[in-house]
């Protein structure tokens, strides 16, 4: 079974530019989420979509935002693009959203780096 | 505000030994726990998860324990093996309804042969 696909693996942006990034969940997963991580910050929660609604929000500005198609694919937006949002944006996604018998899956991530 | 906490950046331990890593949380609300493991340039696996009900769950080499009055958890892996080094990152959820999984900031482990 093929795992969580993200594209690119890396992305070099400049200030204020947009960016998207891609994630291809395992197939029959109807729950895709994606979250930031930086050193010493862990990963950061940044919104859940589940069969194209997005269920879960985190505390993100409106500059990134996502979406998911009905064959369960999901991207990521980034807008106006600042220093602070170079970070390795990972995609996970799961039958169920994360629960105790539905763990996440992650891909191996996009790493955006902005100058 | 950091609900999940993991106040060690970094553990080192002899290969055969036992490796404790730690977790704490501050939301009641929690209802269960899982932990992952990171390798560098791979998103992170799911190793091990334990539910509120419970106070130890164990798979293998792993074992995870809750202190639900405390509002701490801890995985141990014994033994430790060089493979095993690697990001761990503690997390956790529920609440009621499909709530988001919260990080911790994760401990980097090396077992040292």
């Known amino acids: 079974k093929a795992g969580v696909t993200q594209t690119p693996r890396y992305l070099i942006k400049t200030r204020g530019q947009q960016v998207t990034l891609s994630c291809s969940p395992i197939s029959g997963h109807r729950s895709v989420s994606w979250y930031q991580q930086t050193p010493g910050q862990g990963l950061q929660f940044l919104f859940e979509y589940f069969s194209e609604t997005q269920r879960n929000k985190g505390n993100f500005p409106g500059r990134f935002s996502g979406r998911q198609f009905s064959n369960s694919r999901s991207e990521m937006n980034v807008s106006t693009l600042e220093l602070g949002d170079s970070a390795l944006y990972l995609c996970?996604?799961?039958?169920?959203?994360?629960?105790?018998?539905?763990?996440?899956?992650f891909g191996n991530g996009t790493r955006l780096t902005v100058t | 505000d950091q609900q999940v906490k993991q106040n060690s950046p970094s553990l080192s331990v002899q290969e055969g030994r036992i490796s404790i890593l730690n977790c704490d949380y501050t939301n009641s609300m929690f209802d269960y726990f899982l932990w992952y493991k990171k390798y560098p340039a791979e998103g992170p696996t799911f190793l091990i998860s334990i539910s509120s009900i419970k106070d130890k769950n164990e798979d293998g080499r792993f074992t995870v324990f809750l202190n639900k009055s405390a509002k701490h958890l801890s995985l141990h892996i014994v033994p430790s093996q060089p493979g095993d080094s690697a990001v761990y990152f503690c997390a956790a959820s529920g609440g009621g309804g499909y709530q988001k999984v919260t990080f911790g900031t994760g401990t980097k482990l090396q077992v040292i042969p």
């Open positions: 996970a996604s799961s039958f169920q959203g994360g629960t105790l018998n539905s763990p996440l899956h």
